[in-house]
């Protein structure tokens, strides 16, 4: 009888190692799947609406108010960017990890649209409009936000955390530059990213926030920024490359999530400030994902 059991646990040993070597496989092709996917559907975009590739700049009276600083740091010298060259990835070319994923506050990775947020979104843009701010569009709004995104993306890839002041509420600024420690100087570089760059950007969320004991009134504003590392470059040398370019070299592509809010009580002269944002790969957010992680 034991050597019967025996002889079993020994024929099963290999059924189980090839059924657990089968499923690692699996998990791999799913993680390459939603990649692909990811891509095509970032592509969809760049295609589909080749305005949103070339930001240009509002006219003064439509933009936003800003912080009164971006106005002055918004001289960033665009020579010192650099094209990220293309690397291949960690573990096809044996390379180590990186400390930790790609993350500067503790804010949910948002991509795609929400059907009902976009709903809300008309209503409340709407309300603004009509109690608030009679020059405020969702358009001219994602405008001022690039060039916000292209002036402290810039900062924080390059520590200049002091330079935040009046940009970022101080809260995420201590955040942010803790969470920039940790990041190696890969990731440092791959924050810092330029609004040509972009081909997809949109409103997520429009909050509004009533304060009864003091009667302060707030508008929260959640954007989505989408796009590919050196798109406009590769774009201007060859046009009929960059689609190729977006397929195979998915580790550019990135995503900006930037949360604004203002204050619009009544008698008080305010402007636009980040209190949130995040930068992220979404090819390195799927593959260290717990579903896809070995």
């Not at 790609?102 to 059907?115: K, N, S, T």
């Not at 569009?137 to 924080?156: H, R």
Request: glycine fraction near 4%.
């Amino acid at each position: 009888m034991l050597t019967e059991a025996v002889c079993r646990s020994n024929m099963a040993t290999p059924m189980f190692r090839c059924l657990s070597h089968r499923a690692g496989q699996i998990k791999l092709q799913l993680a390459r799947w939603c990649l692909e996917q990811h891509a095509k559907n970032s592509l969809k975009y760049a295609i589909a609406s080749p305005e949103l590739l070339a930001c240009g700049k509002a006219d003064d009276k439509s933009m936003p108010a800003f912080s009164g600083s971006l106005c002055a740091t918004n001289n960033v010298n665009k020579e010192s960017r650099r094209y990220l060259s293309k690397v291949n990835d960690d573990r096809s070319r044996g390379g180590r990890k990186p400390k930790r994923p790609l993350r500067l506050m503790a804010f949910p990775e948002l991509i795609w649209p929400h059907p009902l947020k976009s709903l809300k979104n008309m209503f409340f843009s709407f309300l603004i409009k009509g109690y608030y701010d009679d020059q405020f569009s969702p358009d001219t709004f994602l405008k001022g936000c690039e060039q916000a995104v292209d002036v402290v993306s810039n900062l924080i890839s390059k520590g200049s955390f002091d330079e935040l002041e009046g940009l970022v509420a101080r809260d995420a600024i201590s955040e942010i530059r803790t969470n920039y420690e940790e990041l190696d100087l890969k990731q440092r570089n791959f924050i810092d990213v330029d609004p040509k760059d972009f081909f997809f950007r949109f409103i997520y969320e429009i909050g509004m926030i009533f304060d009864e004991k003091t009667d302060r009134r707030f508008v929260e504003i959640t954007t989505i920024f989408q796009g590919f590392h050196g798109l406009d470059e590769i774009r201007s040398k060859n046009p009929e490359s960059y689609a190729e370019e977006m397929q195979t070299a998915q580790e550019q592509i990135f995503v900006c999530n930037y949360r604004f809010i203002r204050e619009y009580t009544k008698s008080k002269d305010d402007s636009w400030m980040i209190n949130k944002l995040n930068h992220f790969s979404p090819k390195e957010l799927v593959m260290n994902s717990d579903i896809f992680r070995r």
